[in-house]
Each structure stands twice: as C-alpha cells, then as structure tokens.
T-cell receptor, first 116, second 112 residues
Framework: DTAVSQTPKYLVTQMGNDKSIKCEQN?????MYWYKQDSKKFLKIMFS???????INETVPNRFSPKSPDKAHLNLHINSLELGDSAVYFC???????????????FGPGTRLTVL | DAKTTQPNSMESNEEEPVHLPCNHS???????IHWYRQLPSQGPEYVIH???SNVNNRMASLAIAEDRKSSTLILHRATLRDAAVYYC?????????????FGTGTRLLVSP
C-alpha cells in the first residue's frame, strides 16, 4: 500500500483556471505538508497542518489554499493559475511534526503541474 | 537558521564507497543533522540523522566531526539506485513542528 499518495500525478491546465491537488496518507500521521519544487529543482515548504490546524504558512500567494478535511488528507487548491505556478508539488506527512530528535517526513510521488 | 554547505555534485563507481560531505560551521548545540535524498522523479526520502555520535542504519552511516561543524554521509557500496540528490539539513532538537529547509544538495552520479 502506498504510504503517501497524490492525485493527479500530472496536471496540465490553462492560465486563469482553478485546480486542486489531493493528498492522502495511510500512515496514521497527524501532520501533513505541501512542498513546491520549481524548475531549478529548489524544494521549498509551503504549508503544514497538524491535526487539521495550520501550523506553518510560508510566504505563499493567497491564491493557494490548503484544506485538511481530516488528519489523513491535505488538499491544495490553487485559484487563477499563473505560468509561475508550474512546478512539482509534493505532499508529505509525519507524526507529531518534525523536530531535531526525529519525526521523519514521508513524501508522496509528486504532482507535476504545467500551466500553459 | 543554521546553514549547510555541500558540494554541487560528486561521482562514484558502482560498488565503491561514497563519502558525501556537509559543512555546518554555525551549528548550535541542539541542532540535529539530518540527511534526505531525492531519487530522480520521486519525492525526497529520509536517510539518517544524528546529534553527536556516529550513526549507522541499513541505508548509510553518518560520521559527525568532533566539533560538529561538519559531517559525512557514507554509502558503503554505491549502487546505481543510489544516484540521487542528497540533502544535509539541520533541525533544532528543542523546537517542534519545524520545516525541512532544503538547500541545493549534492547530486551523486554513480557509474557502472
């Protein structure tokens, strides 16, 4: 069974559209994350939720809105898509957040978003 | 946040040991050293972490300098599947809910 899954794997859309990416984890973790990896391969965190509560919110345009209906799901909705939103988006999860001592993050396979 | 510095790329031959260095001269006493790697077209995956003592697991070994200003990830016998970008990341042991801050990492190329 896949630990962290994302749908869709590929998403091609036009500028101005609204799209969603879904993430589900079956590890029983209580913390989930969204990361963005741009064309230069820089990987950067966007959001983190713990028990459905937003705990990390980086400087991300408010066109991006995460939604966590329950601990096992963290979806990413993007309004008015722009060319610069083209990237690979990774979902991840961990138990209890990430601290120095442990709490490994498990990543999904990624969703490649292409905005035309 | 304490920063890490890694070489952009390294090369190895299959079945040879690989030593991937990481400098973290501004590390604090409570910072743990974590390593993640990202295989081509996949999400990152955890490799190993440590605080002061050297650590071993099924994937790799982590050698930490006595002054903790540098560390080395050791792959004892590189395989083609180990070709990936390796990231050295510091996480504070006193703070929960931290974010992983990925630098540019080291791209490891493994030749048959």
């Amino acid at each position: 069974d896949t630990a962290v899954s994302q749908t869709p794997k590929y998403l091609v859309t036009q500028m101005g559209n609204d799209k969603s990416i879904k993430c589900e984890q079956n590890l029983g973790h209580d913390t989930m994350y969204w990361y963005k990896q741009d064309s230069k391969k820089f990987l950067k965190i966007m959001f983190s939720y713990n028990n459905k509560e937003l705990i990390i919110n980086e400087t991300v345009p408010n066109r991006f809105s995460p939604k966590s209906p329950d601990k096992a799901h963290l979806n990413l909705h993007i309004n008015s898509l722009e060319l610069g939103d083209s990237a690979v988006y990774f979902c991840a999860s961990s138990q209890g957040g990430t601290s120095g001592g442990y709490n490994e993050q498990f990543f999904g396979p990624g969703t490649r978003l292409t905005v035309l | 946040d304490a920063k890490t510095t890694q070489p952009n790329s390294m090369e190895s031959n299959e079945e040879e040991p690989v030593h991937l260095p990481c400098n973290h001269s501004t590390i604090s006493g409570t910072d743990y050293i974590h390593w993640y790697r990202q295989l081509p077209s996949q999400g990152p995956e955890y490799v190993i972490h440590g605080l002061t003592s050297n650590v071993n697991n099924r994937m790799a070994s982590l050698a930490i300098a006595e002054d903790r200003k540098s560390s080395t990830l050791i792959l004892h016998r590189a395989t083609l599947r180990d070709a990936a970008v390796y990231y050295c990341i510091l996480l504070n042991g006193n703070t929960g809910f931290q974010k992983l801050v990925f630098g540019t990492g080291t791209r490891l190329l493994v030749s048959p």
